[in-house]
T-cell receptor
C-alpha cells in the first residue's frame, strides 16, 4: 500500500518568514496530493491540492510543488501570519495521510 | 449549512463496553470515511464507503464495524472497546463515488477514551 512520510514534525518561524513542509510518497500510481490544515479542536480542512499532471500550484500565500520523479511534494507558505499556526497534513489520494507538522508562527 | 456532523463529541468507555459513533452529511456526497487520529501518527483510515450499500476496509479496521445506513449516514461501531482504541475519530465525506481523488470534508471529531 501507499506510505507517506512528512517532515518536519514541528516547525517554528517568525511572522513574515516562509515555511516549507515536505512529504514523500511510495506509490508511483498516486496522482492526487492534498494538503489539510487542522486548527485546535477542529477537523482538518483542505487548503490546497495538486494533481500529477502539474508541477506547481499557487493560491495567494500558499503553494504546492510536486516532483513525480522523486516522489515528493512540498507545501510553501510565504509571509506567514499568526493565524497560520496549526497542524498541517499532506496526503496521497484521500486514503493515506502524513503524520502532520505543527507549525507555530511567532509574532 | 452543517456539512458533516458527528455525535457524540466526547465519550468515556470502560474496557469491553460497546458504542456507536454517528456521522451524517447534508451535502449529498456519495463517499464517506472514518479516520482515527493519534499523536504523531496522523490520520489513519479505518473504513470507507464509496456509495450507499458498500463498505471497504482501510488501514486499521480491526475492532471496528461500520454501517452505511443511507446516503447521509455512516456509523462506526466498537463492539468491545479496548484501551488501544482511545483516539480522536473523524468522519469525512467527498462528492464522488468510487473514492475519486477529490476534496474531503471533515466533521469536528469525537474524542474517545477507553479506560
Amino acid at each position: 500500500g501507499e506510505n507517506v512520510e512528512q517532515h518536519p514534525s514541528t516547525l517554528s518561524v517568525q511572522e513574515g518568514d516562509s515555511a516549507v513542509i515536505k512529504c514523500t510518497y511510495s506509490d508511483s500510481a498516486s496522482n492526487y496530493f492534498p494538503w489539510y490544515k487542522q486548527e485546535l479542536g477542529k477537523g482538518p480542512q483542505l487548503i490546497i491540492d495538486i494533481r500529477s499532471n502539474v508541477g506547481e500550484k499557487k493560491d495567494q500565500r500558499i503553494a504546492v510543488t510536486l516532483n513525480k520523479t522523486a516522489k515528493h511534494f512540498s507545501l510553501h507558505i510565504t509571509e506567514t501570519q499568526p493565524e497560520d499556526s496549526a497542524v498541517y497534513f499532506c496526503a496521497a489520494r484521500q486514503l493515506t495521510f502524513g503524520s502532520g507538522t505543527q507549525l507555530t508562527v511567532l509574532p | 449549512n452543517a456539512g458533516v456532523t458527528q455525535t457524540p463529541k466526547f465519550q468515556v468507555l470502560k474496557t469491553g463496553q460497546s458504542m456507536t459513533l454517528q456521522c451524517a452529511q447534508d451535502m449529498n456526497h456519495n463517499s464517506m470515511y472514518w479516520y482515527r487520529q493519534d499523536p504523531g501518527m496522523g490520520l489513519r483510515l479505518i473504513y470507507y464507503s464509496a456509495s450507499e450499500g458498500t463498505t471497504d476496509k482501510g488501514e486499521v479496521p480491526n475492532g471496528y464495524n461500520v454501517s452505511r445506513l443511507n446516503k447521509r449516514e455512516f456509523s462506526l461501531r466498537l463492539e468491545s472497546a479496548a484501551p488501544s482504541q482511545t483516539s480522536v475519530y473523524f468522519c469525512a465525506s467527498s462528492e464522488g463515488g468510487s473514492v475519486r481523488n477529490e476534496k474531503l470534508f471533515f466533521g469536528s471529531g469525537t474524542q474517545l477514551s477507553v479506560l
